[in-house]
């Protein structure tokens, strides 16, 4: 980060409240920098310099007339940008959503973080239409991993790990469908939250599986991640999903350690589907919290097809309109699924629908005595951008579907999961699922919490 | 579809129902998705018990003042 500023979300806030900097010498900064390193990290697809200096204005204005600032004030973030950013165009990391119309108000979260005292510095890229787990990008270029810039960032939410792993910005905004938030956060070293499915509002963004969306944060500590998450928290009727539940603030629960919290490390699926060196990331992380009971889920392998299932028949009726009229304009690598998917009978997506009420159950059965399961969240470190096949269980698989092959089971309930990076012997994080029961993403942060003070989520040596 | 069905034939049928033109290039991949959600399809069929579990999303009827 630039010399003399701050550089963590809390600190920022801090000093701009305290009156130690000002938001517009944060935000030319952070402008600087983005300057300096989007060209070489690919993070940034638009940057609203303009906006971002007059958001940065009106909170110094505010603080010159004594008003309370924001718990983010100053805050420079990025938003993948499939959330509306009034006056563009939502890309949704497409080509043919160049030709929609400006975005005519924010979308609700983007607002929660204005009123925070945030300052949007721009959108990000992603993987088209949000299914991607590579964060790579035919129109727009892939993001690089700032931890290694021949290596993938994870997708969809690609930018937006780029853009907080290279410092650019602190905090950022991103969705989890099927992982598109914790594999990024895996792949460059972060934290991560999918929240509870309907517990986040969706209004204002572009969808891909709205039975299982999810939006969320990014940043590179447990306790900037709260608070970013408790400034998102509340309902908002624009987003028919989205549960009257009063906010549960989770900052102030995060040092709270994991005495009497029950934790299991899972097992059978999850093990089998990951590399050696994953695996012992997630056991270190088991040791670190003294943990040693191991849980089995039934029929995971059900969960995650299903979860596919769900994905690829929704979103594609979703395009089904711009399939017909513009498939020469979509990515390539998303083109031929959507298609798959246009073509499903509803049979297929109806059992989908029924199993996912029976692994609810399994699920529930499982959280009577536990809760907190953890779980490699990737099977493997960020792979090379160019590699296409992977070894796993003994099987050489297609590399791409089978980067989420541990996220996608546990998105298909929509239960609250934080991603934490974990540092094995090697150069590169690897990143664990802490899963907890519905609307409990104090506990999944609490966990997350312990695991960073532990110094699991600093690269050795 | 069942085994030793062409996957190009259905794909062909249903594509032309939906309105979807499908360029030659893109069949093999397409293909490759469309077998891909079978075998995810049948692994979930394999469960049974589903009869009993909601067979859609329920839908509820908000109020009209």
Known sequence: MTMGLPNSAGAIAAAVANGDVSACDVTRAALGRVERDNPRINAFVTVTSERALREAEAVDEAIRRGAVPGPLAGVPYAAKNLFDIEGLPTLAGSKINRDRSPAAADAVLVQRLRNAGAILLGGVGMGEYAYDFTGQNAHYGAAKNPLDLTRMTGGSSGGSAAAV??????????????????????????????????????????????????????????????????????????????????????????????????????????????????????????????????????????????????????????????????????????????????????????????????????????????????????????????????????KELLLRPNIGILTQPVSLLGLPIAAVPVYGEGPLPFGIQVIAKPWREDLCLRVAHVLENAGLGVRRG | MEPGDSVDAYIDAAASRLGLSIEDAWKPRLATFVLLAQGMAKLVEESGALEGSDSASIFRLRDIP
């Open chain 1, 165 to 394: 792993a290279s410092g650019m910005v602190p905090i950022a905004l991103g969705s989890d469908t099927n992982g598109s938030i914790r594999v990024p956060s895996a792949f460059c070293g972060l934290y991560g939250l999918r929240s509870t499915y309907g517990r986040l509002p969706r209004t204002g963004s572009f969808p891909l599986c709205e039975s299982i969306d999810t939006v969320g944060p990014f940043a590179t500590s447990t306790a900037d991640l709260a608070q970013l998450y408790d400034v998102l928290q509340g309902h908002d009727a624009g987003d028919p999903a989205c549960v009257e539940r009063p906010a549960m603030p989770t900052l102030p629960e995060i040092g709270k350690g994991v005495d009497g919290l029950r934790i299991a490390v899972a097992g059978g699926y999850f093990r089998t589907n990951a590399q050696p060196d994953a695996l012992a990331a997630l056991d270190l992380a088991a040791r670190t919290l003294g943990v040693s009971d191991e849980v089995d889920i039934p029929e995971v392998e059900r969960a995650r097809a299903a979860a596919y299932l769900h994905t690829n028949a929704e979103s594609s009726a979703l395009h089904l309109n711009r399939l017909r009229e513009r498939a020469k304009d979509f990515d390539p690598d998303t083109r031929e699924r959507f298609l798959a998917g246009a073509l499903m009978p509803a049979s297929w997506y109806i059992a989908a629908q029924r199993f996912r009420r029976r692994f609810e159950e399994i699920m529930r059965g499982i959280f009577q005595n536990c809760d907190i399961i953890l779980a490699p969240a990737t099977p493997f470190c960020a792979p090379p951008m160019d590699q296409e096949t992977v070894v796993l269980g003994g």
